[in-house]
């Protein structure tokens, strides 16, 4: 069993920056996608940033130019660097990690808040 454990967020003005940082841990055999989603409350599930463990990215078309993930291998960890937040922004941001023990299961983190006050 792997789990992911979250850092990061909070409350910062339009403009400004914040770093989401997001560790696997447990029985991990390896790792293929890692990287962020959002949620707004009453709205599904989008994609925010992934990266494949060759170190291909996809970004949401809404975050391209402002928001930056990274990746390390070999510590199973994912970050998310936000720039040039906007108020729309503003959501719950969960890692998602696709980790193979005995197979390949997709993992979420506990999601965290992001507010973007304008």
């Known amino acids: 069993q792997g789990q992911l454990v979250e850092s990061g967020g909070g409350l910062v003005q339009a403009g400004g920056s914040l770093r989401l940082s997001c560790a696997a841990s447990g029985s991990i055999f390896s790792v293929n996608n890692m990287g962020w989603y959002r949620q707004i409350p009453g709205k599904q599930r989008e994609v925010v940033a992934l990266m494949t463990s060759g170190g291909t990215t996809n970004y949401a078309d809404s975050v391209k130019g402002r928001f930056t993930i990274s990746r390390d291998n070999a510590k199973n960890t994912v970050d998310l660097q936000m720039n040039s937040l906007k108020p729309e922004d503003t959501a719950n941001y969960y890692c998602?990690?696709?980790?193979?023990?005995?197979?390949?299961?997709?993992?979420w983190g506990q999601g965290t808040q992001v507010t973007v006050s304008s």
């Open positions: 998602y990690a696709r980790i193979y023990n005995v197979r390949w299961i997709n993992y």
